[in-house]
């Protein structure tokens, strides 16, 4: 059984495209997280989504956007893509309180921006 | 807001030898301490945690020593192997608080067999 999930594992799109990446967990997890990890290996977390309440990080553009239809869900949407978003993204949920929060990642989706 | 600074960023051993790579934490209010491993094109894992009511605690060949007094933190490797070879990275968790963890930056660990 897959705990995290991600889609598509490789996303190849032009500069000023829309995409959008879906995550599912299947872990009863209340919280989930959105990070990029650039060519660097930096994992700089993106936004946090808590029962409703969204935790965005101020240096990410307002192309980002994340969408949450229940809690077992957390999609990313990326309006007008540019050649810097080109990194790779996982999705990650927790329990907050279980375990000190434990982070379990998704597979990563790798974007490319031509 | 928590900062999380990482040491050394890359460290290259051979095999059988130990490793150590150390984290420093600047929110005394941070009391949760997970370490990730990252092999290469896979996602992120726990490999050990400890808690500010503990000051070491051992998994086989790893453990994680605790020194809430300076706020640091370190991860220790013992007889090292070629599969040990990843991008560890540490973090700090404020438990009862926004939960959200800070990264280091991580350390690429290079086991030369």
């Known amino acids: 059984d897959t705990a995290v999930s991600q889609t598509p594992k490789y996303l190849v799109t032009q500069m000023g495209n829309d995409k959008s990446i879906k995550c599912e967990q299947n872990l009863g997890h209340d919280t989930m997280y959105w990070y990029k990890q650039d060519s660097k290996k930096f994992l700089k977390i993106m936004f946090s989504?808590?029962?409703?309440?969204?935790?965005i990080n101020e240096t990410v553009p307002n192309r980002f956007s994340p969408k949450s239809p229940d809690k077992a869900h957390l999609n990313l949407h990326i309006n007008s893509l540019e050649l810097g978003d080109s990194a790779v993204y996982f999705c990650?949920?927790?329990?907050?309180?279980?375990?000190?929060?434990?982070?379990?990642f998704g597979p990563g989706t790798r974007l490319t921006v031509l | 807001g928590e900062n999380v600074e990482q040491h050394p960023s890359t460290l290259s051993v051979q095999e059988g030898d130990s490793a150590v790579i150390k984290c420093t934490y600047s929110d005394s209010a941070s009391n949760y301490f997970p370490w990730y491993k990252q092999e290469l094109g896979k996602r992120p894992q726990l490999i050990i945690d400890i808690r500010s009511n503990v000051g070491e605690k051992k998994d086989q060949r790893i453990a994680v020593t605790l020194n809430k007094t300076a706020k640091h933190f370190s991860l220790h490797i013992t007889e090292t192997q070629p599969e040990d070879s990843a991008v560890y990275f540490c973090?700090?968790?404020?438990?009862?608080?926004?939960?959200?963890?800070?990264f280091g930056r991580g350390t690429s660990l290079i086991v030369h067999p």
């Open positions: 973090a700090a968790i404020t438990s009862g608080g926004s939960y959200i963890p800070t």
């Open positions: 990650a949920s927790s329990q907050a309180g279980l375990a000190g929060n434990t982070q379990y």
């Open positions: 989504y808590n029962n409703k309440e969204l935790i």
